[in-house]
């Protein structure tokens, strides 16, 4: 392989290889490293030997947003228990899942990884719940509602690097937006167009339109939606069942006979099933069956675990909580208090342009939803500072 002077490492060959590499083992469906678009040209990439979506994985794992992920409820908070799944880890079994798919389909796993990592990275404190209260302030403040993956898209795309962003890819930012595993999809064909302008279009739609629907613009985008979903049915019914909210036994017997009881054959069972039904195809699926099952277990785990009043019991008071700080932090903002934490932690170096193009509800909503739950409780009343105990003792 012949050396380009013009790379100062001396390795951009390697790019060169990997990209012929791509070419040949990778399916025609599949979104090729070439075929990457920045918002903003980065000649120092292009000349170099890293290809695109290895770099905005790298970026997604180095952001200052990553690395609170290790303090972000999954679906259990205040609880004094280490096997709990935190987000963080939620956002690796994601990855991990969505790779082996996406390498068994022939598809581009550094495009996976880059939006497996980022998906989650706009959720606040508290999981759904907190997104929830934090998404009804934001109506009453006239600027829409919240949305995890609108934030998502907003923290690594021009809230990051001090309202810069990391310049990620829009193949990149786009899976990300289109992720929700909350969904329930029998199917995912990719959507037709893609371009910057419609990723904003779809963020401001969402906001006005609780139900917009959203769809991935490539079959690694489709691959780790499915994926989010594999990720988290069967862990978290292994949290609740440690938890002592529910039993095995409990689990639906057409459940059991389809996908298993433990959290590791359900996990098999579906990402079997996903690359069976998925292979040389235009998109991802499951089986009818492999569906219907799957579909009545996140209807048993809705009913049994996240509906559950057993683990709503200080939902009211941090509720009021996120009133109270979005309250003082607008105020905040409106006095010019630069003693407030939202000018000393959030604030101090950041851009005039994202300051000046920014509501102060909007300010307020970015800072918030930032926040790791021991930071949201460290700028309140001191019940609730201490507040990790043993769950099985408020049952």
């Not at 990553?66 to 972000?72: A, E, G, L, T, V």
């Not at 359900?266 to 799957?294: C, G, H, M, R, W």
């Amino acid at each position: 392989m012949k050396m380009e002077s013009s790379d100062p490492s001396g390795l951009q060959y390697l790019r060169s290889f990997l990209d012929d590499r791509e070419n040949r083992n990778l399916v025609e469906q599949a979104c090729r490293s070439g075929a990457a678009i920045r918002r903003h040209v980065e000649k120092r990439l292009d000349q170099g030997y890293r290809q695109p979506f290895s770099v905005d994985a790298d970026r997604i794992l180095h952001s200052l947003a990553y690395s609170r992920y290790i303090d972000k409820t999954q679906v259990f908070h205040l609880v004094e228990n280490d096997h709990i799944t935190h987000r963080v880890l939620h956002v690796q079994l994601v990855s991990k899942i969505s790779r082996t798919i996406g390498r068994y389909l022939g598809l581009n796993e550094d495009l996976i990884e880059a939006i497996a990592l980022g998906h989650d990275i706009g959720h606040p404190p508290f999981g759904h719940e907190g997104e929830r209260m934090l998404s009804r302030l934001c109506r009453d403040a006239g600027i829409g509602s919240f949305h995890h993956n609108v934030q998502s898209v907003r923290f690594l795309d021009t809230i990051e690097r001090k309202g810069s962003g990391w310049n990620l890819c829009l193949q990149t930012l786009d899976g990300i937006l289109c992720h929700d595993g909350e969904v329930h999809d029998p199917v995912l064909h990719p959507k037709k167009k893609m371009s910057f302008a419609l990723l904003s279009e779809e963020m401001a739609a969402i906001g006005d339109d609780d139900h917009y629907p959203l769809y991935p613009a490539t079959l690694e985008g489709c691959v780790v939606r499915l994926s989010d979903t594999i990720g988290y049915v069967g862990r978290d019914l292994e949290d609740a069942i440690r938890l002592g909210l529910v039993k095995r036994s409990d689990i639906p017997k057409r459940c059991r006979s389809v996908l298993g009881e433990t959290n590791g054959t359900i996990v098999y069972k579906l990402v079997t099933d996903v690359i069976s039904n998925s292979v040389q195809q235009p998109f991802v699926a499951f089986s009818e069956e492999t569906s219907q099952a799957l579909h009545r277990l996140k209807q048993f785990n809705y009913e049994h675990i996240y509906l559950n009043p057993r683990i709503k019991t200080r939902l009211p008071r941090i509720a009021e909580l996120y009133a109270m700080l979005y309250a003082q932090y607008s105020e905040a903002l409106a006095a010019g208090n630069e003693r407030s934490p939202i000018f000393s932690r959030f604030l101090n170096n950041m851009s005039a342009a994202y300051v000046s193009q920014l509501a102060h509800a909007e300010i307020v909503r970015d800072f918030m939803a930032g926040m790791t739950d021991q930071y949201f409780l460290s700028q309140c009343p001191t019940e609730l500072r201490q507040a990790k105990i043993s769950f099985h003792e408020t049952l």
